[in-house]
């Protein structure tokens, strides 16, 4: 089983401004702040963005108002008992 991250992104944001404007090492903030120093690391490189974390899983296929439309229209034909 994966672990997963139980870390909160805005430390993550604290951490990154700890190391740039203070000087501190990746490998100590990301101790102080309790997350992998990879993770840091990846942010301070450019690789990932600094305020938002990568999202686990594969990406949605339909949007967020598709997906509700979706919901609403089966929900309405399992009320009228129509099956598909």
Known sequence: MKRR???DPY????AYKE???SGM?????????????STLRDRHLG?????QLPSHGPKPIFPRDEENLLVN???YM???EYGY
């Not at 430390?11 to 604290?14: A, D, E, T």
């Open 11 to 14: 430390q993550i944001v604290l």
């Open 47 to 51: 690789i990932q963005p600094v305020d």
């Open 78 to 80: 399992s009320n009228i």
């Open 19 to 21: 190391v740039m404007e």
């Open 25 to 37: 090492s990746i490998y100590k903030a990301a101790r102080v702040f309790g997350f992998p120093e």
């Open 73 to 75: 229209h089966l929900s």
């Open 5 to 7: 991250r139980n870390y």
